[in-house]
């Protein structure tokens, strides 16, 4: 069964940083597009950055020149660094990966569990 597995956020005051790392584990095959999504209360959850497998970015504009995102293929991983962290950074951040498990032809949409980011003012 394929897993992804969060950790690194917490709580942090403006202008700080985290760095949020997720670990997809399990019977993989292979692993395309990873990335990370952000639900604020009240909000719907929103892209925040993602990377493809050949090291392709994409950031929505909002972190844009604040957080970067990167992957370690070989450990199946993904980070995102955030810096200048704001207020309304303040999510649960949420990691996604597109993966092919073992014996299937075909790519799934898996999501971890979430981590909380808090930012303090």
């Known amino acids: 069964q394929v897993r992804l597995v969060e950790s690194g956020g917490g709580l942090v005051q403006a202008g700080g940083s985290l760095r949020l790392s997720c670990v997809a584990s399990?019977?993989?095959?292979?692993?395309?597009?990873m990335g990370w999504y952000r639900q604020a209360p009240g909000k719907q959850r929103e892209l925040v950055a993602t990377?493809?497998?050949?090291?392709?970015?994409k950031f929505a504009d909002s972190v844009k020149g604040r957080f970067t995102v990167s992957r370690d293929n070989a450990k199946n991983t993904v980070y995102l660094q955030m810096n200048s962290l704001k207020p309304e950074d303040t999510a649960v951040y949420y990691c996604?990966?597109?993966?092919?498990?073992?014996?299937?032809?075909?790519?799934?949409?898996?999501w971890g569990q979430g981590t909380q980011v808090t930012v303090s003012s």
């Open positions: 996604n990966a597109q993966i092919r498990p073992m014996h299937s032809e075909s790519f799934y949409n898996y």
């Open positions: 990377v493809t497998s050949g090291g392709s970015t």
């Open positions: 399990g019977s993989i095959f292979s692993i395309n597009g």
